[in-house]
């Protein structure tokens, strides 16, 4: 029998039929792995390219002023940005763009010949801004340009009450000062979640959309601000602050009846809608930040205290020589006073020697425990972040006679324009001291809200508070500060000189004062309560009046924001023909 | 007599032309119906897709509405800023009043009420708003 022989045909249907086996095999291979080992695994990384899960925004609560005019909201804007890889000419388009969305060209074109795979060229940009830089990408026909939805924090008053609203991160939106950040939690409301599945280009695919948690919008926030006023008391600190060339000042209004801040200014101020100027030193809201001695404008509470204890009456004569000697610290008074004055008088002329004597006779104990319970020491209000809470010490550790009589008359003691503004409130509120506050109620996005309600309590009788506002008026109709008073309204106030302190040097200084003023009107019924600080102010006027002291520089002030305010208010003139 | 004693060509019974036809008109008509069906998935599925489509677009325009109505409201807090009023006032030469008189009219006063009470109409659309 002949043995089949070789042949070379069959070597390659064998190698053929090998191929075969083996691609099959492959294939089969693949197939297994795909379907069934790593099945799950590229199932999942299938979705995870298709689906993204992301966060949905929360819209933020506006803020508003007493009359429900928005001082803060939130809308929707857009950022410009770039990959820096797709940008052909970055000149060319930093030179079309910068321009419409207000950047820097040299900075522009850096980022966009830089080597990183985004950039960002301009955030916060409004409507109108983006659409015309989305018009100029389109007909100079720029690639590697991206926009980016986000929310954009609007001030629409621009610099109007800026330290006190506050400021909100240009990255997660949340409040970082003033009442941005105080009121975060009820601002920001709570973002919600969603599935959504999208398409090779990132486009979302309609109907694949999957809600798993729906946002929350901010709740609003209404302060007890008043728009009109708070402008008005802005124009009349600025025109002081020129007029006597000081570092800054700050005012707080208040009405005393219900505690409501009314307007609070501090300048130099800042506007949050242009972060571009913003300067650390002008974010801070001086009239709760800034301690500063309140000098004669405490010697309204000796007074009160004395009254209230029963210790003297508005006619209870004092001597009052030129100079006092107390553990070896000497007190005297500026300019000429009678040797014997009343304690009207001692009020009116702002003697130093005189409320010094009441002083006295009331007792570091005594004296201590009404400066405590006019609010000194501590914080005034819950609304307000970083609020300093002054400086007085304990009794206990007062110095003796000495530390006694700087008290009175207002030196070793740090408070802060809304203290005092607070202490003249209870003041002007007969004796009952009402929580100062500037959040008036939150609104839910329901619908329903809350209302402040201002903590009450007594600290002087309405006796004593009233005869003080009486004796207040004389300093204004006939003492020191005569620059405060109105033509329609009766008013009352004291004015305060204190010089200032240098924390560096730890001494007093010779040339620099703090000047204030801080007026209650109408005085024989209150509406109203302004109190005004001049840090540093200089000159003098035109019949060599010299504007260091409050009652030339701060007192004025205090009399165009009271009678703007009564207007505003409604109160009608109640001057009568006499005075 | 028995069954077989029948001839078997007189008795088988005759397939007529007529008869055959009901087995032909199902099959078409389940043909056509399988057809109409294929169509109408397709329609329905295209009618589906434009509706989507249409949907997306309206949330688009909704949400463009409540952008639109949030930046007219900013628009008119802008407007009414009282900077912007007073320096267009000075711009037409509006000056303050060298005299101002007050005049009192019985029952008109300003009522001072808790802050709830002001501005009630607007706070009344605030579940309300986008």
Redesign the interface.
């Known amino acids: 029998m002949r043995r089949p022989q070789f042949r070379f045909g069959d070597l390659r249907v064998v190698a053929l039929g090998l191929v075969f086996v083996l691609a099959w095999g492959g294939i089969g291979y693949r197939l297994f792995r795909v379907q069934g080992a790593n099945a799950a695994e590229l199932a999942q990384l299938g979705f995870d390219q298709r689906l993204r899960h992301e966060q949905i925004e929360a819209k933020r609560g506006t803020i508003y002023d007493?009359?429900?005019?928005?001082l803060a909201?939130?809308?929707?804007g857009s950022s410009l940005a770039a990959d820096p890889s797709l940008v052909e000419e970055p000149a060319r388009a930093a030179a079309a763009l910068a321009p419409v969305v207000d950047a820097d060209y040299v900075e522009m074109v850096t980022r966009l010949e830089g080597d990183g795979r985004f950039v960002y060229l301009a955030r916060g940009l409004e409507?109108d801004v983006a659409e015309e830089a989305r018009r100029i990408i389109e007909e100079e026909d720029l690639v590697g340009f991206i926009f980016e939805e986000e929310p954009l924090r609007?001030y629409?008053?621009?610099a109007?009450a800026a330290p006190v609203i506050g400021l909100t991160r240009l990255d997660d939106g949340s409040g970082v000062e003033g009442i941005e950040a105080v009121m975060d939690t009820e601002l920001a409301g709570r973002p919600g979640k969603r599935i959504v599945e999208r398409d090779r280009a990132g486009r979302?695919i309609?109907?694949a959309e999957f809600l798993l948690e729906p946002s929350v919008p901010g709740s609003?926030v209404?302060l007890?601000l008043d728009?009109?006023l708070q402008?008005?008391a802005e124009r009349s600190l600025q025109a002081g602050i020129d007029r006597t060339d000081a570092i800054g000042g700050a005012v707080v209004a208040i009405d005393p009846r219900t505690g409501e801040i009314l307007a609070m200014v501090s300048l130099p101020s800042f506007d949050g809608s242009d972060r571009s100027q913003l300067d650390p030193a002008t974010i801070r809201n001086r009239a709760i930040s800034d301690v500063f001695e309140p000098g004669s404008t405490l010697k309204a509470v000796t007074v009160a205290a004395a009254l209230e204890e029963g210790i003297v009456r508005p006619d209870t004569p004092f001597e009052t020589p030129r100079e006092i000697e107390i553990s070896g610290e000497t007190y005297s008074d500026h300019g000429y006073n009678p040797p014997v004055m009343t304690v009207s008088d001692i009020v009116a002329k702002s003697s130093n020697v005189g409320t010094i004597q009441i002083q006295r006779r009331l007792g570091n104990e005594a004296h201590y425990r009404y400066l405590d319970a006019f609010g000194l020491g501590r914080t005034a209000s819950i609304d307000f972040q970083g609020e300093a809470t002054g400086r007085l010490e304990h009794v206990t550790d007062w110095c003796g006679p000495a530390c006694g009589a700087s008290a009175a008359i207002g030196y070793g003691i740090g408070a802060t324009p809304l203290q005092m503004a607070e202490i003249y409130a209870t003041l002007a509120n007969d004796g009952e001291w009402v929580e100062p506050h500037i959040v008036?109620?939150i609104?839910a996005?329901?619908?329903s809200?809350l209302?402040?309600e201002p903590r009450r309590r007594e600290v002087v009788s309405a006796d004593t508070a009233r005869t003080i506002r009486s004796m207040l008026r004389g300093v204004v109709e006939r003492g020191t500060g005569r620059r405060a008073a109105l033509d329609?309204f009766p008013v009352g106030g004291k004015t305060g000189t204190t010089n200032k302190f240098n924390v560096e040097s730890g001494e007093y200084s010779d040339t620099d004062t703090i000047a204030w003023f801080i007026g209650i009107a109408p005085i024989d019924d209150p509406a109203i309560v302004v109190a005004v600080v001049l840090d540093t102010p200089r000159g003098e006027l035109p019949d060599g009046t010299d504007l260091q002291f409050g009652g030339a520089s701060a007192a004025p002030i205090f009399a165009e924001i009271a009678e703007t305010a009564l207007?505003q208010?409604?109160v009608?003139?109640t001057h009568d023909a006499d005075g | 007599m028995t069954a077989g004693a029948f001839p078997r060509t007189a008795a088988r019974p005759i397939r007529s032309g007529r008869r055959a036809r009901p087995v032909v008109r199902p099959l078409a008509i389940f043909v056509l119906a399988v057809i109409v069906a294929f169509f109408a998935v397709i329609y329905m599925r295209i009618s589906?897709?434009r509706t989507?489509?249409e949907?997306?677009r309206l949330n688009r325009a909704i949400a463009a509405e409540q952008?639109h109505y949030?930046?007219l409201?900013?628009e008119y807090?802008?407007l009414?800023?009282?900077?912007r009023v007073?320096q267009r006032a000075a711009e037409i030469g509006l000056v303050y009043p060298e005299d101002?008189r007050?005049i009192?009219v019985s029952g008109v006063?300003?009522t001072v009420g808790?802050?709830?009470d002001?501005?009630t109409e607007?706070?009344?659309l605030?579940?309300e708003q986008p």
Do not use: C, N
């Open positions: 007493r009359d429900g005019v928005e909201v939130t809308i929707y409507h609007i629409p008053s621009g109007l979302a309609p109907q609003d209404v007890t728009r009109e402008y008005a008036s109620e609104i996005p329901d619908g809200s209302v402040t329609d207007h208010l409604g009608a003139p | 589906l897709d989507a489509f949907l997306q952008e949030w930046d409201r900013v807090a802008r009414q800023d009282p900077d007073t101002v007050t009192e006063a300003k808790g802050p709830e002001r501005w607007m706070r009344a605030f579940s």
